[in-house]
């Protein structure tokens, strides 16, 4: 059998990628880089979609490390090639589904909370009036406030509100409103959370970001350390990735006062550079062994037989 050929989609390909392509190669593995912006949905083909650089064939499997942003109608035709591969059975990480729940920190919020999951008291809603009503009853019973764009990444956009002049004063993304309780860090000294790295249901590498600002990105300047984990942050973050349907994540996880942890966000196309400085572990080489793993196991279906 000749050897597979897989595809990994990003807008700009850069420092991630080259790490797939190497951790792939040593596999046996070929990657072509190319974006889900320049795919094509044509009812002439028998798989009804082509990638570029696999005109006449579907690729073994795909990942995504980015997807541009679009308008809706673009981001749709984006979705519709990864759901299609999945539905021809073609392994996907992380498939649209898990992307959908991740991206829209709504989902994610709601997918966690139905699953039981420990998360921060969380609203969402369009409407101002109601909004303010929220944020006025949770300032009166003492809360603070973080108010995040509902598609945002890396720390941008974050405000933390502690009465209504500040809250009057946000004008949110989109007109969404997702307002979050606001943890008070567990140690008093700096800001701390912590993002875990779930890769096919394990938790493959845990690092702490630590801050002298509340926002403790990396891509905001936050310090990374690597962190022994203890079990219930292990299951938090393994149970995370699992009900928002992702083969691998990124899952932030924060301690409140009491020293309980919280999920904060699941990254469904996480970034990994951070965390491959701070422990030395190969991201990489565990996310290709998990496609490699889920290669073997995978099984194509008929195009005829794909939807039904
Ligand atoms: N509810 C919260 N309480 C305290 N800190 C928060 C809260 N939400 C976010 N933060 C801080 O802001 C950072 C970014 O928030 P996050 O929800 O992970 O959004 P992003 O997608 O921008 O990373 C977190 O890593 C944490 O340091
Ligand atoms: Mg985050």
Known sequence: MSSPKIVIFNDTHG????????ALKLLDIT????????????????????IPGFEDQLPTAAIVRGIAPGSLEQITLRM????????????????????????DK?????????????????????????????????FSQGRILVIKPLFGCQGKGIEKVTNLGEFD?????????????????????HWQ??????IDGQVCAAMSRRSQHWIT????????????????MEQLAINAARVVQADYAGVDLIRDQQGHYSILEVNSVPAW????????????????????????????????????
Not at 172 to 188: I, K, R, T
Request: glycine share 4%.
């Open 106 to 138: 709504a989902r994610t919020s709601l997918r966690l909370h139905l699953a039981g999951l420990n998360t921060p008291k969380t609203w969402a809603c369009e409407n101002s009036t109601i909004a303010r009503e929220i944020a006025s009853k949770q």
């Open 15 to 22: 420092w991630h990628s080259k790490q797939l392509v190497d």
């Open 193 to 198: 959370d912590w993002r875990l790295m779930v």
């Open 217 to 232: 990105n990396f891509a905001q300047g936050a310090e990374c350390f690597p962190a022994a984990i203890t079990q219930e």
């Open 80 to 103: 519709d090639v990864l759901h299609t591969l999945a539905e021809l059975n073609v392994p996907v990480f992380n498939p649209a589904s898990a992307i959908e729940h991740t991206v």
């Open 31 to 50: 990657a072509i880089l190319t974006d889900l912006a320049d795919c094509t949905i044509d009812l002439d083909h028998p798989a009804g979609i082509i």
């Open 273 to 308: 550079k951070g965390l491959y400085q701070a422990t030395g572990i190969s991201i990489a080489d565990h996310i290709a062994h998990a496609l490699a793993k889920r290669i073997s196991s995978s099984h194509k279906v008929p195009f005829n037989n794909a939807v039904h």
């Open 169 to 189: 004063a946000i004008q949110p993304v989109g007109d969404a409103f997702y307002l979050q309780e606001y943890m008070a860090p567990f140690e008093s000294s």
